[in-house]
Nanobody, 123 residues
Framework: QVQLRESGGGLVEAGGSLRLSCVASGRDFSVSAIGWLRQAPGKGREFVGG????????EFGDSVLGRFTIDRDNAHDTVYLHMNSLKPEDTAVYSCAARNRYVQRMAREYDYWGQGTQVTVSS
């Protein structure tokens, strides 16, 4: 049974950086891609970025392109979201999600979800 757990959120000033982690336990062949999605207060879920477990494909949302990046550890059980040049509009609950094969941009395409971690960026 796949379990996802995010960590690393917190309060940061605009222009600062944070690294979020997503640990995937119980992963098998049915889970081969991890996406990061966020939900700001009063907003819908927005695709942030994603990576397949092989590390051969990366995708990012337009609003974070050039500021955020993604990698994973050698065991392929942890995915990191590196957030740089943070802006107040990046404030949101960030969740990692897993699915089979390929990263997708729409939240409904994912099968497994973590509980989310809060990121707050002050002006």
């Amino acid at each position: 049974q796949v379990q996802l757990r995010e960590s690393g959120g917190g309060l940061v000033e605009a222009g600062g950086s944070l690294r979020l982690s997503c640990v995937a336990s119980g992963r098998d062949f049915s889970v081969s891609a991890i996406g990061w999605l966020r939900q700001a207060p009063g907003k819908g879920r927005e695709f942030v970025g994603g990576i397949n477990w092989a590390g051969s494909a990366l995708e990012f949302g337009d609003s974070v392109l050039g500021r955020f990046t993604i990698d994973r550890d050698n065991a392929h059980d942890t995915v990191y979201l590196h957030m740089n040049s943070l802006k107040p509009e990046d404030t949101a609950v960030y969740s990692c999600a897993a699915r089979n094969r390929y990263v997708q941009r729409m939240a409904r395409e994912y099968d497994y979800w973590g509980q989310g971690t809060q990121v707050t960026v002050s002006s």
